[in-house]
């Protein structure tokens, strides 16, 4: 037997604290060419073998030793509620404020994520729900955003760490309504170094809280706590001269700011990264203009913070 897409979906519900597992109270929207996503690492799903009547490769060492269960790589649809979802574990939420927007700020290393905002993640298949999986204590420890002309829809891959998993959960009584909410392309997107706005054909955007899960002489995870900050990734520009190509080499006053929506507005996301730069690499796109892809990471300084602004 086989598992294919036919009758899987993905849930959330937040809890109250840590260790109150509780059932998924929302869906999860998840990407189509993500695959069949599986909470166990490494799991197959062509021809799964069968150990103790379970599915996917376990043995006995997993039951006996250490686990940092998790679901690496979720193949999430970038969207202000799906982000606001994942921040809220890990950053200082001011808002909202009058126009209904939310503003994110880093808190600092070794904080530990909000209690009230872990979340249990459950994978259901609609016509096996003994093989329902449930992990609880959910908390996000990376993503990455991207989106181009080719591909369109804005992605947002994360990945999530937990303490306990459930390999036989029955998620029968789960509820698994979408947000009303409209996936954010690349077409709407707008890209701003400064307050001057400039093409973007493609870029990601890696943000890693370099999140850690303490086990403490158990089994399983007792305690996350967050780690120093990265943010890193590429956006691929066209540019119109040496002066600006140079500013960015210089890492001279660059502040990049990605863009979906428009503020005070119900969809809204802007993510402002005060960056400095690699040296580019300089290409012909089509043999009619330089296009250069400018690598970069984050540089906080006195007058701009890293920060995450947006209204689900």
């Not at 990471?297 to 920060?307: M, N, P, S, V, Y």
Request: charged share 20%; net charge negative; glycine share 8%.
């Amino acid at each position: 037997m086989s598992i294919s897409t036919r009758g899987i979906a993905f849930g959330y519900g937040v809890q109250g604290s840590k260790g109150s597992a509780v059932a998924a109270t929302a869906g999860l929207r998840t990407r189509a060419e993500g695959g069949v996503s599986d909470f166990k690492v490494g799991m197959v799903p062509i021809d799964v073998p069968i150990k103790d009547g379970q599915w996917a490769r376990q043995d006995y060492s997993e039951h006996e030793g250490i686990r940092r269960p998790g679901w690496p790589g979720a193949p999430l649809i970038l969207t202000a509620g799906q982000l606001q979802l994942v921040l809220q574990q890990l950053m200082d939420e001011d808002g909202p404020d009058v126009g209904g927007n939310y503003t994110y700020t880093l808190q600092a290393a070794s904080s530990n994520p909000l209690a009230t905002a872990y979340l249990s993640l459950v994978r259901v298949n609609a016509f096996a729900a003994s093989k329902d999986k449930r992990i609880a204590d959910g908390v996000c420890t990376s993503i990455k955003i991207a989106s181009s002309e080719g591909t369109q829809p804005a992605t947002m891959d994360t990945d999530f760490l937990g303490s306990e998993i459930e390999y036989t959960y029955d998620g029968s009584g789960d509820v698994y309504t979408l947000a009303d909410e409209v996936p954010l392309f690349h077409k709407d997107f707008i890209f701003k170094i400064g307050a001057a706005a400039t093409g973007c054909p493609e870029h990601d955007i890696a943000l890693n809280f370099n999140l850690k899960a303490i086990v403490d002489n158990n089994s399983t995870p007792q305690e996350f706590i967050l780690g120093e900050f990265e943010a890193s990734g590429t956006v691929r520009i066209p540019w119109a001269d040496e002066d600006v190509l140079n500013d960015f080499k210089n890492s001279t006053a660059n502040v990049l700011h990605w863009i979906w929506g428009v503020a005070d507005s119900p969809g809204y996301i802007e993510i402002i990264v005060p960056a400095k730069y690699d040296e580019p690499e300089e290409d012909a796109d089509n043999d009619v203009r330089l296009r250069t892809s400018m690598p970069f990471k984050l540089r906080e300084t006195t007058a701009q913070d890293f920060t995450i602004i947006l209204q689900p």
